[in-house]
């Protein structure tokens, strides 16, 4: 499949009572024929922490509330000793807490970055039991399943985007964004993105959206004729840091095959506003 050199973890917790946490970091090991070749703190800023200058404690696994990696502000992505994606199987990963304040994920999501992108290596969704190191509250660790890339041809029924927004001064923002997606001459997907539980687009936090397709597609039809389009509909600027697209092939629940559609670890593309002295009103993603 593909040489990884770096990780980012995608969360998403629960939206319900008792569901967040007050865990400072989750524990990622990936194991292959006994040796575990990647054990990993994924920890987060906050201002009690490391980054005391820049911003309020995060409430990156609270109650209804996603994250990308749980890295720095600075890079959310954690780099990696480089191994070969086709040594894995499904008992290879798992996620970990070390703390006794429980947490309820929802959706857990493993990416690895190479050379030319960054692809989905592992996840679970609609996930329904606590992890603690409270054996009577919960599990300590849970593994995360493989999931295939797809190919050009994967029929894509609903999309995963993913972003992440670092911080400094306007970065955040409270527009709303659209993504709209032409595939084959066609317009299969136009979506504003809703108001969610999450802390959306706020500086230093992740976002976790699904959006269904109008049209099912595939990777190929955008790549032959078709384009992906990212747009902000107000004048309140918002510069991400980190963002991801994918397709997916299930209607609902957790997918059998994750197709990259769009990987940028280090967003450089400048604003998006309406208001076109602060930035752009809407900017093409490159598809890879």
Same mark, same amino acid.
């Given at each position: 499949?593909?040489?990884?050199?770096?990780?980012?973890?995608?969360?998403?917790?629960?939206?319900?009572?008792?569901?967040?946490?007050?865990?400072?970091?989750?524990?990622?090991?990936?194991?292959?024929?006994?040796?575990?070749?990647?054990?990993?703190?994924?920890?987060?800023?906050?201002? =009690?922490?490391?980054?005391?200058?820049?911003?309020? $404690?995060? $409430?990156?696994?609270?109650?209804?509330? =996603?994250? /990308?990696?749980?890295?720095?502000?600075?890079?959310?992505?954690?780099?990696?000793?480089?191994?070969?994606?086709?040594?894995?199987?499904?008992?290879?990963?798992?996620?970990?807490?070390?703390? $006794?304040?429980?947490?309820?994920?929802?959706? /857990?999501?493993?990416?690895?970055?190479?050379?030319?992108?960054?692809?989905?290596?592992?996840?679970?969704?609609?996930?329904?039991?606590?992890?603690?190191?409270?054996?009577?509250?919960?599990?300590?660790?849970?593994?995360?399943?493989?999931?295939?890339?797809?190919?050009?041809?994967?029929?894509?029924?609903?999309?995963?985007?993913?972003?992440?927004?670092?911080?400094?001064?306007?970065?955040?923002?409270?527009?709303? /964004?659209?993504?709209?997606?032409?595939?084959?001459?066609?317009?299969?997907?136009?979506?504003?993105?809703?108001?969610?539980?999450?802390?959306?687009?706020?500086?230093?936090?992740?976002?976790?959206?699904?959006?269904?397709?109008?049209?099912?597609?595939?990777?190929?039809?955008?790549?032959?004729?078709?384009?992906?389009?990212?747009?902000?509909?107000?004048?309140?600027?918002?510069?991400?840091?980190?963002?991801?697209?994918?397709?997916?092939?299930?209607?609902?629940?957790?997918?059998?095959?994750?197709?990259?559609?769009?990987? /940028?670890?280090?967003?450089?593309?400048?604003?998006?506003?309406? $208001?076109?002295?602060?930035?752009?009103?809407?900017?093409?993603?490159?598809?890879?």
């Amino acid at each position: 499949m593909a040489t990884i050199d770096k990780l980012f973890l995608a969360t998403l917790t629960r939206n319900e009572d008792n569901a967040g946490t007050d865990a400072g970091s989750l524990d990622l090991t990936i194991n292959v024929d006994g040796i575990d070749i990647a054990d990993i703190n994924f920890g987060f800023m906050s201002a =009690a922490g490391w980054f005391s200058d820049i911003g309020p $404690d995060s $409430d990156w696994l609270g109650e209804g509330q =996603a994250a /990308i990696s749980g890295g720095t502000y600075k890079d959310p992505g954690e780099p990696v000793d480089p191994f070969d994606s086709n040594q894995l199987t499904n008992s290879s990963i798992r996620v970990g807490i070390r703390s $006794d304040d429980m947490w309820k994920p929802e959706n /857990i999501l493993l990416l690895g970055h190479s050379e030319r992108r960054t692809i989905a290596l592992a996840m679970e969704t609609d996930i329904d039991f606590h992890l603690s190191t409270d054996s009577s509250e919960g599990k300590l660790t849970i593994p995360l399943r493989l999931v295939s890339p797809g190919t050009s041809s994967t029929i894509i029924r609903r999309v995963m985007l993913l972003v992440y927004t670092g911080a400094g001064d306007n970065v955040q923002t409270d527009s709303p /964004i659209q993504l709209q997606i032409t595939a084959g001459g066609n317009l299969v997907l136009q979506q504003q993105i809703p108001d969610t539980s999450q802390d959306d687009l706020e500086q230093y936090t992740g976002n976790w959206y699904f959006i269904d397709a109008a049209v099912p597609f595939t990777r190929g039809d955008v790549l032959s004729n078709g384009e992906i389009k990212l747009s902000i509909l107000g004048t309140d600027a918002w510069v991400p840091k980190t963002l991801f697209v994918f397709g997916l092939d299930t209607e609902a629940g957790r997918p059998n095959e994750v197709v990259h559609l769009v990987s /940028i670890p280090e967003w450089t593309f400048g604003a998006l506003s309406t $208001d076109t002295s602060e930035g752009k009103p809407s900017i093409p993603l490159p598809v890879v």
